[in-house]
């Protein structure tokens, strides 16, 4: 049977083998080249400082989880707490206490050299300031008592001279080395103006207005800055520790304040109002200081008195609205006190302005430091005159001069607290050997002793080295 088709024209119809591609070449059973889809592997990191095996835990080391967490300005309250007693400390037999017959400086001139014991109720008005400082030694013995010194009858003849009218104000500002004794001597100035039936309005420490610590706010007259919650607190020491005289007095004028307030107040009254609520204390602090220094035949003289000055001659720790470092000036407590500082408020009723720097903890202001220097006047040791004054110093170009710390300080008397003298010094450690807080007797040459290693009768070195080192 002869074919149809024949095998030429077969061949002519199926399509050429190379028109089809070639199939992809199988990958060989064994390879060393990684596969494309494989994942990378990831690196592990170990921490340069970890430590390996185990580690010992003791049970003593484990810090207990339970208990209350100190609650806000306990532990400030802790570290600042003062013990005014001393229950094993003997009873000094024969102890006079200070009171109002050794009010004027006649008097106190009488027992220079003694140590007198303060009342209770000057105490209870000294906490109530916060004059007493932990750094102090009261807590040494039986009861508060402070020694006469020829500074403190000197500073009672000035409040005698400063008593009754605006022209006998004194303005003085009290500065020394650590441990003179500037603090104590504000401490006595305040005793003296209680037993004269003064208002006593004291800035227990510098530091808490200028450090930044506290709440504040811009004034009503854009230049100044309140604080209100140091405010409040001040108008609460104010009255606590003046209540006596201040519930005689009463509201005599009229005053812009935020609250309704009766007319008939009593300032003693008027101060706590204003203590309860910071929103309306600096009205109030105003209003009341306006009060005291009002020309009246029943207002009492002021004294008012600042510790460690120091921290107000330079810029505060606040930032005003620009965000830059506030004057310590520019805050109205400091400024209102500066105003009586430098004379430009008058005190009708007379009074005093005391001021008092700091050598523990005193920040760095050049202007004020050359003022002190030019006022006290250093002396230096000549081989062939022995002490000499030396020459009044002169100012470093190169430091920057502030002017208003210049004009602040414009008119104030400076005393330089030196020393005790031996009699002075004899006269406190026969109290501390009374106290039996110091063994032995006292003799002139354990009191040349004492009084020498004390650098010349410092009374903070000569208390630490006669009862300090034994306790």
Not at 137 to 166: D, H, N, Q
Request: with cysteine.
């Amino acid at each position: 049977m002869s074919r149809s088709i024949c095998s030429r024209c077969l061949s002519q119809q199926l399509p050429s083998p190379r028109l089809f591609p070639a199939p992809f070449a199988q990958a060989a059973a064994f390879s060393t080249s990684p596969s494309n889809s494989a994942a990378a592997k990831k690196k592990v990191v170990t921490k340069p400082g970890a430590r390996q095996g185990t580690t010992l835990r003791l049970s003593k080391n484990k810090r207990e989880a339970g208990g209350r967490p100190p609650a806000p300005g306990e532990r400030k309250a802790s570290r600042k707490k003062i013990s005014l007693s001393n229950p094993n400390a003997l009873e000094v037999q024969g102890l006079q206490d200070l009171t109002k017959d050794y009010t004027t400086s006649a008097r106190l001139a009488e027992v220079e050299g003694r140590v007198l014991g303060l009342q209770e109720q000057n105490v209870e008005a000294l906490k109530a300031l916060e004059a007493f400082k932990h750094t102090q030694g009261w807590r040494y013995f039986r009861k508060p008592a402070t020694l006469v010194r020829r500074e403190t009858v000197e500073l009672a003849r000035a409040m005698e001279e400063a008593e009754g009218s605006a022209e006998g104000t004194k303005r003085l500002a009290l500065c020394g080395e650590q441990g003179s004794g500037k603090s104590v001597l504000q401490l006595q100035a305040m005793v003296l103006a209680q037993q004269k039936g003064w208002v006593v309005v004291h800035l227990p420490d510098a530091q808490d207005i200028a450090i930044g610590h506290s709440s504040y706010a811009p004034s009503g007259d854009g230049k100044t800055y309140i604080q209100p919650h140091y405010t409040a607190a001040l108008l609460s020491r104010i009255a606590a520790a003046n209540h006596e005289v201040l519930s005689k007095l009463e509201l005599s004028q009229t005053h812009d304040l935020p609250i309704p307030v009766q007319a008939n107040i009593s300032l003693s009254r008027f101060a706590e109002l204003g203590a309860r609520d910071p929103e309306i204390a600096w009205p109030v602090y105003c209003a009341l200081m306006a009060e005291l220094t009002t020309p009246s035949a029943t207002r009492p003289p002021l004294l008012f008195t600042m510790d460690a000055i120091d921290h107000i001659m330079r810029p505060s720790g606040y930032l005003d609205g620009d965000a830059k470092p506030l004057h310590s000036h520019d805050l109205a407590i400091v400024s209102h006190y500066l105003s009586f500082l430098s004379g430009s408020s008058p005190l009708p009723h007379g009074g005093m302005i005391l001021a008092a720097t700091t050598a523990s903890n005193r920040p760095k202001s050049p202007t004020l430091s050359h003022i002190l220097a030019t006022q006290t006047k250093p002396q230096q040791w000549d081989p062939h005159h022995g002490y000499t004054t030396s020459q009044t110093p002169t100012w470093d170009p190169y430091a920057p001069f502030d002017q208003r710390v210049a004009d602040s300080l414009a008119g104030v008397e400076v005393r330089d607290i030196k020393g005790l003298s031996k009699d002075e010094a004899k006269g406190v450690m026969e109290f501390y050997a009374l106290s039996g807080m110091l063994r032995g007797e006292v003799t002139e040459r354990l009191v040349g002793e004492k009084w020498t290693l004390s650098g010349g009768g410092v009374f903070g070195e000569l208390e630490r080295g006669s009862v300090g080192m034994r306790v």
